[in-house]
């Protein structure tokens, strides 16, 4: 699996997604500065990391929305090339129209930096394809501004159309987020934006291993 991280001014995890990357894949991942207008051919999967892109001015991900390199990011998705957005990658992808709803302030305002519970909601992904459906796993989270929103009709249309991801298990919501949800995929389950950063958990070293089965299902559907 030949993959690109994209790297915004203010990012602080295209490192650690990289690093997660190589380590499940044995291959280095092309490092795309937000800058360059292309993706090199060939690449089966495009991740947009963590991070404060562009210091989160306007609303988080709004910038990093319009940066050159996201106008191939959106061709290459429409294409069918898997997109995984793991928190500021997240907002950017609703920033960008990829993905419905929008990422608010936390309910309580302030930034949270823990682990938490999910609930994977499918394995029927191949973000996801390694979990089974029910599993509860943790994984950190650290954002000022994952309170995902969208109307009602959307979010029975995500839910309809099982394109819930991952919800925060009962109790442990750390956002505010609409029917505890932690990540959600577009309408044919190629691109997956999620709050929690799973590149964190890739090896007990690092505390958990629960973030792993997210990289070991795309190499299992990707190759």
């Given at each position: ?52 892109s ?10 990093a ?32 129209g ?5 990422l ?5 305002l ?25 599993d ?7 954002h000022?501004?994952?309170?995902f929103?969208?109307?009602?009709e ?13 919800r925060y298990?009962?109790?442990t ?12 995929f ?32 795309l ?5």
């Amino acid at each position: 699996m030949k993959a690109a991280v994209v790297v915004f001014p203010a990012s602080n995890c295209d490192r650690d997604a990289a690093v997660a990357l190589e380590k499940i894949t044995g291959r280095k991942p092309a490092m795309l500065w937000h800058g360059d207008a292309t993706v090199p051919d060939g690449v089966d999967l495009i991740v947009l990391p963590g991070g404060f892109s562009y210091g989160d001015y306007l609303r988080s991900g709004a910038m990093a929305a319009h940066s050159p390199v996201m106008a191939e990011v959106k061709r290459r998705a429409k294409a069918g090339t898997p997109v995984l957005g793991i928190c500021n990658g997240f907002q950017i992808l609703t920033e960008a129209g990829m993905l419905p709803g929008a990422l608010m302030r936390n309910a309580g305002l302030k930034f949270v930096c823990r682990p938490v519970k999910l609930k994977v909601e499918t394995s029927q992904s191949i973000f996801t394809n390694k979990y089974a459906a029910g599993d509860v796993i943790e994984i950190p989270v650290a954002h000022h501004d994952g309170n995902f929103f969208a109307d009602d009709e959307t979010l029975d249309r995500l839910e309809g159309e099982g394109r819930v991801a991952f919800r925060y298990a009962e109790g442990t919501n750390p956002n505010g987020s609409a029917r505890d949800i932690a990540g959600i995929f577009n309408e044919s389950k190629t691109v997956l934006g999620l709050m929690p950063h799973p590149e964190r958990v890739i090896e007990p070293l690092l505390g958990g291993t629960d973030g792993r089965a997210v990289f070991e299902s795309l190499m299992a559907a990707i190759g």
